[in-house]
């Protein structure tokens, strides 16, 4: 009752990437409410799947096994999910921002009147005062996203309905493990009592998934261009460096607004978070849209004609120059000195 529950994905039979996330961020904040941490895991053939989990600090594994279960379908999901959450009564809910997670929570949160805050890039825990009721209260999920189109940080708050539920983007939280020894407790879902044969009217045929073309978080090299770079021909420069290199291209929203690269490869609050072991960027102003989806990086070198630009300040190196310039320099001298 009143624990922090983390549903967990998974694909293939592999656990995704945002779940661990998910783990380590719902294990920090059930130490800070002094509560438990319970995963909730939907599929097929899952024997000994919560071994996987308990390493992340996890308390209770609820685990839902059956053939029908798998691959994801709406219904017999959320029927599960809606079950479970009546029974366990959460205080929190997490899910990835994932298509899987888009689908799932909002339809959870419908059925039990809870609200949902879509696409989280941070969680705390707080406090709020309600002046015009005069009420205090404790312990709140402080739910923060970009809004506006990233031009302002909002902090939503759910005071009065449980669970307070977010969906989170993949990448924005680290992965860490609280013990390789930790040792939950397995509770396994009685999934006839959960979901009805209604529930199983779809039945997927045949199914295909695309493969992401551009894998930004998994790059250990990552140069990315700005508005400063001025023009898509431009950018050109940017993936021949990546190439030597062994990296990725990445953009800001602005360099993606104005054409010189595609949406997948924009990188901040409203593109994906990245923590490569180096970060070049190029023509980069580093407003802190930007800086918010880089700036844990191991190491940053800014190549910017402004001094003062706000990339400067988190940067480990700072190149000043055009970038047209520096770049093609870079390539001849990483390639002479790699033979």
């Keep these: 009752m009143n624990n922090v529950f983390v549903y967990i994905e998974i694909e293939d039979g592999a656990i995704a990437n945002v779940s661990f996330e998910l783990l380590t961020k719902g294990r920090s904040l059930a130490d800070q409410l002094g509560?438990?941490?319970?995963?909730?895991?939907?599929?097929?053939?899952?024997?000994?799947?919560?071994?996987?989990?308990?390493?992340?600090?996890?308390?209770?594994?609820?685990?839902?096994?059956?053939?029908?279960?798998?691959?994801?379908?709406?219904?017999?999901h959320t029927s599960i999910i809606v079950n479970l959450f009546k029974a366990e009564k959460p205080q929190v809910a997490l899910m990835g921002a994932t298509p899987i997670g888009r689908?799932?929570?909002?339809?959870?949160?419908?059925?039990?009147?809870?609200?949902?805050?879509?696409?989280?890039?941070?969680?705390?825990?707080?406090?709020?005062?309600?002046?015009?009721?005069?009420?205090?209260?404790?312990?709140?999920?402080?739910?923060?996203?970009?809004?506006?189109?990233?031009?302002?940080?909002?902090?939503?708050?759910?005071?009065?309905?449980?669970?307070?539920?977010?969906?989170?983007?993949?990448?924005?939280?680290?992965?860490?493990?609280?013990?390789?020894t930790y040792k939950g407790k397995l509770k396994k879902i009685d999934v006839a009592k959960m979901v009805s044969d209604e529930d199983f009217v779809i039945s997927i045929i045949e199914r295909h998934i695309e493969q992401k073309k551009v894998n930004l978080s998994a790059a250990p090299v990552i140069v990315a261009g700005g508005y400063g770079m001025g023009s898509k021909e431009?950018?050109?420069?940017?993936?021949?460096?990546?190439?030597?290199?062994?990296?990725?291209?990445?953009?800001?929203?602005?360099?993606?607004?104005?054409?010189?690269?595609?949406?997948?490869?924009?990188?901040?609050?409203?593109?994906?978070?990245?923590?490569?072991?180096?970060?070049?960027?190029?023509?980069?102003?580093?407003?802190?849209?930007?800086?918010?989806?880089?700036?844990?990086?191991?190491?940053?070198?800014?190549?910017n004609s402004d001094e003062n630009a706000p990339i400067n300040s988190i940067a480990d190196y700072v190149i000043k120059g055009e970038v047209m310039d520096v770049i093609p320099k870079m390539i001849k001298y990483y390639k002479a000195n790699s033979k």
């Excluded at 939907?42 to 096994?65: C, M, N, R």
């Excluded at 490569?276 to 190029?282: D, G, N, R, V």
Aim: hydrophobic residues 40%; negative net charge.
């Design 35 to 76: 509560c438990q941490l319970e995963a909730v895991v939907i599929g097929s053939k899952l024997e000994g799947i919560e071994t996987q989990i308990y390493p992340y600090g996890v308390d209770v594994v609820h685990v839902a096994d059956d053939a029908r279960l798998a691959p994801y379908t709406t219904l017999p």
């Design 103 to 180: 689908d799932l929570g909002p339809r959870v949160s419908s059925a039990l009147y809870s609200g949902l805050t879509a696409d989280c890039t941070s969680l705390e825990i707080g406090s709020h005062e309600d002046k015009k009721a005069n009420k205090i209260y404790v312990n709140l999920l402080y739910q923060i996203r970009p809004a506006f189109g990233g031009n302002i940080i909002a902090t939503i708050i759910n005071p009065d309905c449980r669970p307070q539920m977010a969906t989170v983007r993949e990448g924005v939280m680290k992965s860490e493990m609280r013990s390789k």
């Design 234 to 303: 431009n950018f050109a420069a940017l993936f021949e460096l990546a190439d030597v290199l062994g990296g990725e291209v990445a953009a800001s929203r602005a360099a993606v607004d104005a054409g010189f690269a595609d949406h997948d490869r924009q990188v901040g609050q409203t593109g994906v978070t990245v923590r490569p072991k180096l970060y070049i960027a190029c023509g980069i102003s580093g407003q802190i849209q930007h800086r918010a989806g880089m700036e844990d990086s191991a190491q940053i070198i800014a190549i």
